[in-house]
């Protein structure tokens, strides 16, 4: 088995480093290959995804992604700066399905900036387009008639890409507790009324899950006031984007959620894919031995459940993760004091 390694920028390189620490403890027949992405690739090559960088990643048999973003690159035009690396990388792989998975842990209850008995109930996925909508259309600049500036980008899904985003949805929802939330805007946008057409027709092919719709702003609101209703999101890309932060938050912290981009192509041991935290680089911390590792070792699980069929091995790393939390090893995102390394080697312990 051969998994690429990718640390990033910021923060990267410490959470991705402690996420191989508890790797190398399982001493699992992996091999992998580092290279870089991001900042730290157009820093030494010229380019935040360099074409290396994707021979590796297209090589391998899954990915582990740490972080993209810096501050240093902001004035480089689109397509030289780091968030691209991961935009490029979604496309070049056709990683179209995100899995974001939001469940709080027991005793952190307290840290959702909701009320505990609200939080306590939280247990969904969200599951996201990736290679369409408004980041992937036609976008630009232009000069209007009277003379003014105007940036556009273009929306737009075809009738296949959410019927392959729909499915993968509908058969999570078959392995949860059989309840789909399709989250769109249909009352205002033609995409979304698309959207919304045709996961209806994809649901008579799976009779077992209730399907349910939403509009995107109540879909926000509900998140807040009840987001024990969800069991499964199903939604696009620039929705999903806004949706599964807000989830983050309602968890308690954005260091604690590991996330998984998958597409079709099937390895000998699993669907491929590349998995990521979901929060960002945070420069502000960057060298600090700050940061809490956990999203990025739940990523690790997650890689290994998915693209290795390593099941056990995730549920090991999962199970240990939740008693150094419930055991109170906490970083500062959630008030503790536990450093990078220390988290790391308090999940090890446990392992």
């Not at 980008?153 to 929802?173: H, T």
């Not at 509009?215 to 926000?220: G, L």
Request: proline content about 5%; glycine content about 10%.
């Amino acid at each position: 088995m051969k998994i690429a390694v990718l640390p990033g920028d910021g923060i990267g390189p410490e959470v991705t480093r402690e996420a191989l620490r508890v790797l190398d403890a399982l001493d699992l027949p992996i091999e992998r290959a580092e290279a870089l992405v991001g900042g730290a690739a157009y820093h030494v090559t010229g380019h935040p995804l360099p074409p290396e960088t994707l021979a590796i990643a297209e090589s391998s048999d899954g990915i582990l992604f740490g972080a993209v973003g810096d501050p240093t690159c902001d004035a480089l035009e689109r397509h030289l700066r780091p968030e691209q690396a991961i935009l490029g990388l979604r496309k070049a792989l056709t990683l179209f399905a995100n899995l974001r998975p939001a469940k709080v842990f027991a005793g952190l209850e307290s840290h959702s900036a909701l009320r505990p008995e609200v939080a306590s109930a939280i247990n969904l996925l969200i599951v996201r387009e990736l290679n369409g909508d408004v980041y992937f259309g036609e976008k630009g600049f232009r000069t209007t008639p009277s003379g003014e500036r105007e940036g556009y980008d273009i929306m737009s899904y075809s009738e296949s890409e959410v019927r392959r985003i729909a499915q993968i949805a509908f058969r999570a929802a078959q392995g949860r507790s059989g309840r789909l939330c399709s989250v769109d805007k249909a009352n205002v946008l033609e995409t979304s009324q698309l959207w919304r057409d045709v996961v209806i027709e994809v649901s008579a092919e799976y009779p077992d899950v209730t399907l349910e719709h939403m509009y995107v702003d109540n879909a926000a609101m509900q998140l807040v006031k009840s987001p024990g209703q969800f069991d499964v999101i199903v939604t696009g890309n620039l929705f999903g984007d806004i949706l599964s932060d807000q989830a983050s938050m309602c968890v308690g912290s954005i260091g604690l959620l590991a996330s998984a981009s998958l597409g079709a192509r099937q390895t000998e041991y699993g669907t491929f894919g590349l998995y990521e935290p979901i929060h960002g680089s945070a420069p502000d911390i960057a060298g600090k031995g700050l940061a809490n590792p956990i999203a990025t070792i739940l990523s690790l699980a997650m890689l290994l459940r998915h693209s290795l069929s390593l099941v056990a091995a995730a549920e090991r790393i999962e199970a240990a993760v939740a008693r150094s939390l419930a055991d109170g090893v906490l970083g500062r995102d959630l008030g503790g004091n536990a450093g990078t390394t220390e988290i790391g080697d308090a999940v090890l312990a446990r392992l």
